[in-house]
């Protein structure tokens, strides 16, 4: 936890349904089980860009976590999709992301259905 007004949760071991804290935060369920279909995640990076809209203010750099969402939408709609650079892009995101309540797990969420796809 830092003491600059953000606050954020660790979980550990397995854990059902959305998970958020603080003032403000809000949080999504992603379906973590079976094979994500490309059109779920480009959803769920749709939202995550716009949860990155609404909390810019909360974020460090939020023009490059714009950016990651940005490239990792390009990178995942190749015919082919290179594993290794999508989940440098999706680890870079969840990084950027994980000092703001809800956003950080719709982001680990996230990485985790990207992660199924590109396997």
């Known amino acids: 936890m830092t003491h600059d007004g953000n606050h954020g949760v660790m979980i550990q071991r397995s854990s059902s349904g959305p998970v958020a804290t603080g003032p403000d935060t ?3 369920q992603i379906n973590h089980m079976g ?15 716009q949860r990155i809209e609404e909390n810019r203010s909360h974020l460090v750099e939020p023009e490059l976590a714009l950016e990651e969402v940005d490239d990792i939408a390009d990178l995942l709609r ?17 990084t950027r992301l994980s000092g703001v309540g809800g956003i950080a797990g719709g982001a680990w969420g996230l990485s985790q ?3 199924q796809f590109v396997r």
């Open 26 to 28: 809000t949080a999504n």
């Open 35 to 49: 094979e994500a279909s490309l059109r779920e995640i480009l959803e769920q990076l749709h939202t995550t860009r």
């Open 113 to 115: 259905l990207i992660n």
């Open 78 to 94: 190749q015919e082919r999709p290179d594993r290794r650079r999508v989940m440098v892009k999706v680890d870079r995101l969840v």
